[in-house]
Nanobody
Framework: QVQLVESGGGLVQAGGSLRLSCAASGINFSIYIMGWYRQAPGKERELIASISSGGRTNYRDSVKGRFTISRDNAKNTMYVQMNSLKPDDTGVYYC??????????WGQGTQVTVSS
């Protein structure tokens, strides 16, 4: 059974930091492209950062320089360090795992709320 479990969300003031984690089980984690998506209230889910199996990263322009995505294949875990948080970063953050097939899995999401 595949599971992606996010953790680390919460309430933080603008300018603060949070670190989200996504723990994966039931998949060969190292071969998957991993990503963090965000869904703000009333908006569509959007990709904010991704990391390939080889460690190549990509970021949405709005988070470049503030967010850092990483992965630890030995721990089957992906992270995103979020600094200088803004109220616009508020939303539910979802973990995503993809590989050629296409095969795709989602986590249940974790809420991040940034107060002004």
């Amino acid at each position: 059974q595949v599971q992606l479990v996010e953790s680390g969300g919460g309430l933080v003031q603008a300018g603060g930091s949070l670190r989200l984690s996504c723990a994966a089980s039931g998949i060969n984690f190292s071969i998957y492209i991993m990503g963090w998506y965000r869904q703000a209230p009333g908006k569509e889910r959007e990709l904010i950062a991704s990391i390939s199996s080889g460690g190549r990263t990509n970021y949405r322009d709005s988070v470049k320089g503030r967010f850092t995505i990483s992965r630890d294949n030995a721990k089957n875990t992906m992270y995103v360090q979020m600094n200088s948080l803004k109220p616009d970063d508020t939303g539910v953050y979802y973990c995503n795992a993809q590989r050629y097939g296409p095969v795709e899995y989602w986590g249940q999401g974790t809420q991040v709320t940034v107060s002004s």
